[in-house]
Nanobody, 127 residues
Framework: EVQLVESGGGLVQPGASLRLSCAAS????????MSWVRQAPGKGLEWVSG????????NYADSVKGRFTMTRDNAKNTLYLQMNSLKSEDTAVYYC????????????????????WGQGTQVTVSS
């Protein structure tokens, strides 16, 4: 069974940092590109970042570029999102998502390109 389990969210003040993790199991993690996607209250899904299966290419949404860093540790089957200089507009549920096709990656992918999602972890940025 494929499972993606996010953790690390919480309530923080503007300017603070958080590190999200996504523990993957049930598939060969190193064969698949991954993304972080978020959904703010009352908003649709917003792609945040994506990373090639080998971790050699990383892309970010303009809204988080320069503040967020996505990495992966294939030996540990774990995906990370380091979030710095958090803003109130970063408040959202953050999901990790697995690309449907092995050894495939596209910048700013559509939701249809994923086949599994984690349960999400809540990030709230408020003063």
């Amino acid at each position: 069974e494929v499972q993606l389990v996010e953790s690390g969210g919480g309530l923080v003040q503007p300017g603070a940092s958080l590190r999200l993790s996504c523990a993957a199991s049930g598939f060969t993690f190193g064969d698949y590109a991954m993304s972080w996607v978020r959904q703010a209250p009352g908003k649709g899904l917003e792609w945040v970042s994506g990373l090639l299966h080998e971790g050699t290419s990383t892309n970010y949404a303009d809204s988080v570029k320069g503040r967020f860093t996505m990495t992966r540790d294939n030996a540990k089957n774990t995906l990370y999102l380091q979030m710095n200089s958090l803003k109130s507009e970063d408040t959202a549920v953050y999901y990790c998502a697995k690309f449907r096709t092995p050894s495939y990656y596209r910048n700013r992918p559509s939701g249809d390109e994923y086949d599994y999602w984690g349960q999400g972890t809540q990030v709230t940025v408020s003063s």
